[in-house]
């Protein structure tokens, strides 16, 4: 076959080459335009105005009349409205069977009042403003010459650095956003509880409104304009770093069960094959995952947007779903302000990747999550409470949506990516998936899991979805590094703040 088509009801289907004008692709469809792969063509003659179909849902109207064979593009579509986000229905579609784990347990690093465990020993350096960043990275750089060769246990020093703690209008109404974010990224369990931070003393994300009482002290907290010029201050730094260093390294793995475990999903740079190989992959493994007790987080508010009724069927319960809108509201206001729309996400790579607007990419994105039932939503950077599938809203961002799972506790991240980006996390590893054989090919040494085969039907969602299961678990258990992670790749810690900089 030269396409795949995924809903009985779809009227269009995904070229899985580049198809020549002229190309008799079987069941009476010859194409009319030159298809470039991963695009859609027509299956039957749709009128102006009828629905065009994939994955059984409408993705849009034909602007035109358009013909069998013909080339589907972002130009050819109108957008539908988005589904309503009142009086959902909830908790309808709860009993899909999940596949039962082949593994159960993963060698961790248990933490101290913290019911997840971590997978890397990592000493994190908090800030409360970026004006230290400037002395904090020489300090770093200092720590890891001078300091972690010593401390053989720990894998890595990483400063989290942010735009955000001073300049900003700190009592703002959505200012709780960028605090949480901050506040919360201390007790990721890669960082093992220790806690150290480093202020410069009249920024208005005073180290009050970062930690709790119990936590200022000399032991945790260094104010650079308390200190006695640059020398004092690498002193102060790499005396704590020491200290905290010493902690650390006395973390050992243990075998742990996987309700241990926190992870999140992403995807970026999709293409129109993310949805049919590398998120349903995703998918299977995450439902592996919570079948076996673990948590795994699915995020990106616009590209859960459109399909928001099919995730809201399969939520817990009302409060569930309530908080399910609440979020998706939050985001629609969020944009309008802004005064733009949902249809400011996709990327112009999405569109080249065959991503015709945002109906079709929210489709593909959403089958990263399974099948599983959701048994909780978190507003950006909040900490779970509950285990399982968990949505936590973040942007779709993938620089943004990263911190922000990072807070909310995840240990490391699955990637979905269809034209291929080299994003990873300093302070948990990446792994990516690839939707096409063609990436794999050209990005051989940085993609983790190849889902193309299943686009080409060589190899079944089942099995790479199981081959990622294991993978996620060995990276998890220290066994493997990420590509990325080997490379030691980093993004900035890009905040989420839509709150107004004064
Ligand atoms: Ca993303």
Request: contains cysteine; proline residues 6%.
């Amino acid at each position: 076959m030269l396409y795949v088509k995924i809903g009985d009801k779809d009227n269009v289907a995904i070229a899985i080459k580049d198809l020549p004008k002229g190309t008799d692709c079987g069941n009476g469809v010859v194409t009319i335009d030159d298809i470039p792969q991963a695009h859609k063509l027509a299956l039957v003659d749709i009128p102006k105005g009828k629905e065009v179909i994939r994955y059984n849902v409408v993705l849009g109207y034909a602007k035109n009349d358009i013909k069998k064979g013909e080339w589907i593009n972002e130009f050819k579509l109108d957008l539908p409205t988005p589904p309503s986000l009142d009086n959902m229905v909830y908790g309808t579609n709860l009993n899909y069977p999940l596949p039962d784990p082949i593994r159960t347990t993963f060698m961790g690093y248990e933490v101290e009042n913290n019911p997840y465990a971590g997978i890397r020993n990592i000493l994190a350096i908090h800030t409360t403003v970026q004006c230290v960043t400037g002395i904090l990275n020489v300090a770093i750089k200092k720590i890891k010459q001078e300091l972690l060769p010593k401390y053989k246990n720990v894998d890595d020093v990483v400063a989290i650095n942010h735009a955000y703690g001073c300049g900003v209008a700190i009592n703002a109404k959505e200012a709780k956003v960028p605090i949480r974010i901050l506040q919360n990224l201390i007790y990721n369990p890669n960082f093992g509880g220790e806690v150290m931070v480093l202020s410069l003393g009249c920024e208005k994300l005073s180290v009050d409104k970062l930690l709790p009482k119990e936590y200022i002290n000399d032991e945790n907290v260094i104010v650079l304009q308390d200190k006695k010029g640059f020398k004092d201050m690498m002193t102060s730094i790499l005396e704590m770093a020491d200290k905290k260093l010493q902690k650390l390294n006395k973390r050992t793995r243990k075998e742990l069960p996987l309700s241990k475990l926190c992870i999140g999903m992403q995807c970026g740079g999709s293409d129109a094959f993310s949805g049919v190989s590398a998120n349903p992959s995703a998918g299977y493994a995450s439902d592996m995952l919570v079948k076996a007790g673990a948590t795994v987080m699915f995020s990106e508010v616009t590209e859960v947007r459109d399909g928001v009724h099919y995730i809201a069927e399969r939520t817990v319960d009302k409060s569930v779903c309530d908080k399910l809108a609440k979020e998706m509201k939050w985001y629609d206001n969020y944009l309008l302000e802004g005064e733009v729309d949902r249809s400011a996400n996709p990327t112009p790579g999405n569109k080249k990747g065959g991503l015709s607007n945002i109906v079709e990419k929210a489709m593909g994105s959403i089958a990263k999550s399974g099948h599983a039932p959701i048994s909780e939503v978190l507003s950006p950077g909040e900490r779970p409470t509950k285990h399982g599938l968990i949505y936590a809203a973040t942007p779709a961002s993938d620089i943004v949506c990263g911190p922000c799972q990072l807070a909310s506790g995840i240990t490391l991240q699955v990637f979905m990516t269809g034209r291929g980006t080299p994003y990873n996390l300093a302070a948990a590893p990446v792994i990516k998936v690839c939707s096409r054989n063609e990436l794999k090919n050209m990005w051989d040494d940085l993609i983790d899991i190849n889902a193309g085969p299943v686009a080409t039907g060589e190899k079944t969602i089942k099995e790479v979805g199981t081959e990622l299961f294991n993978y996620i678990l060995d990276v998890a258990s220290g066994k493997k590094k990420s590509k990325a992670e080997e490379y030691e790749l980093a993004n900035d810690f890009c905040i989420f703040n839509p709150a107004p900089i004064t």
